[in-house]
């Protein structure tokens, strides 16, 4: 990467960051310093030690975790030319800031630096606990045809499930595969004799329809295997490369799953954006994200087969979604913890020290898990969640003990 690019990107969110006012400055700089190991003190912080106990390690999985590079070294990864060019700065800049927040912003080594910090930050956590990692199929027609110049990022299945061949214990793989493909039935197969524990879509990126009928043969072949379904819903800033119909990530276009009987987790609870409501017709009232995603979860019909991933909700815009859930106990039984990784390397967009202020977090606890943000981002995130609490209430372990969600149906 010309680090050139990378330095005009910074500037332009450091403009962005005033904008958004004083409170929402970041509080340790732009960029991830990328420092290792954990310091000792770090490690034996009594906040550290309280965030473990109780917890199964061997149980406790982050279920939201991306792969990401520019294909070097044969992964086969392809990113939108755009997102390379100066003349595309806001997708330049995130790019950027996407390989930096993941430590791999050095030219030549990107794609095996991603792997090698992502593995240096889980031999931070305790022994047992794994990462469910994610491909991420192309673009493709409603005539299922692929369109290259449209996808703003493949990451092949074949590169995801290699890797998680080599570490299997400390990674997972969730596959990616397009229900517009002709082929699309036969990859799930594929995909699940080679160790796939779920399907991971992001409609607006990828360019389909989750209440089309033609998914139905894809959802009755996710439902005859009790194969999850993790899809986007809400609004998705981060790939606007090629693709990008946002109205793609109304939750309610996931209705269709849930009554084909697949089991149906909404990443990061569909805690961004507006949508409209599609239960009053195609004109409906435009209604925030996350009520659609309530109205769904409160079904009690469909609730049951419907979960939500905490991935990226500490993030300052998310945070009140947060809250909102922690104040759903008879939801916990159905949220799975995620990282949303490498998102917790974006220095800007959290603050622990935000948090305490809202009484979210003990502020004796601040300086420590803000520490270990510099060093490990992945422990970070899971602090924020872990230590999280209102009204002396927090998550349950099950929220993190996620491993027995994913278990493997007989094919």
């Given at each position: 990467?010309?680090r ?46 309280a ?52 430590c ?68 997972s ?6 229900p ?39 959802y ?9 379904l ?32 697949v089991?149906?987790v ?7 954006g ?88 003990d ?27 209102k ?21």
């Amino acid at each position: 990467m010309n680090r050139r690019h990378f330095l005009l990107g910074a500037l332009g969110l450091g403009a962005a960051a005033a904008w958004w006012g004083r409170d929402y400055l970041p509080e340790d700089g732009f960029t991830n310093p990328c420092l290792s190991p954990l310091p000792p003190e770090l490690a034996r912080s009594r906040w550290l030690r309280a965030a473990w106990e109780g917890l199964d390690p061997h149980k406790v999985w982050d279920v939201h975790v991306h792969i990401a590079g520019l294909g070097e070294g044969g992964s086969g990864i392809r990113i939108h030319p755009h997102m390379q060019q100066l003349s595309h700065p806001i997708l330049l800049l995130q790019k950027n800031l996407f390989l930096n927040a993941a430590c791999a912003d050095v030219a030549g080594r990107v794609d095996a630096d991603y792997v090698h910090r992502l593995l240096a930050l889980m031999a931070e956590l305790p022994a047992g606990c794994r990462l469910l990692i994610y491909a991420m199929d192309a673009f493709h027609h409603p005539d299922g045809r692929r369109d290259d110049a449209r996808t703003a990022l493949y990451v092949p299945n074949a590169y995801v499930r290699r890797l998680a061949g080599q570490h299997p214990e400390r990674l997972s793989w969730a596959a990616s595969i397009h229900p517009y493909r002709k082929d699309a039935v036969e990859a799930l197969k594929g995909a699940l004799a080679q160790g796939a524990v779920a399907v991971k879509w992001l409609p607006s990126s990828m360019g389909m329809d989750p209440a089309s009928p033609r998914c139905d043969a894809f959802y009755a072949a996710l439902a005859e295997h009790d194969l999850p379904l993790i899809s986007h819903a809400g609004a998705e800033w981060a790939l606007m490369a090629g693709g990008d119909e946002q109205s793609l990530n109304n939750p309610l276009r996931l209705r269709r799953a849930l009554e084909q009987g697949v089991r149906v987790v909404v990443a990061h609870c569909a805690s961004l954006g507006w949508d409209v409501d599609l239960d009053q017709g195609q004109n409906g009232p435009w209604v925030s994200s996350f009520d659609l995603f309530a109205r769904l979860m409160d079904d009690p019909e469909l609730g049951p087969r419907l979960y939500g991933d905490l991935s990226a909700m500490p993030q300052y815009a998310r945070l009140p979604k947060l809250v909102k859930v922690l104040e759903r106990p008879e939801w916990h039984d159905r949220l799975l913890n995620g990282s949303d990784y490498p998102l917790p390397g974006l220095f800007p967009i959290y603050s622990a020290h935000l948090m305490a202020q809202r009484g979210l977090l003990d502020p004796a606890a601040v300086p420590m898990v803000w520490s270990v943000r510099r060093y490990n981002p992945l422990l970070f995130d899971f602090l924020l969640k872990r230590l999280m609490h209102k009204d002396g209430r927090g998550f349950p372990a099950g929220v993190f003990e996620t491993a027995g969600f994913f278990r493997r149906a007989s094919m």
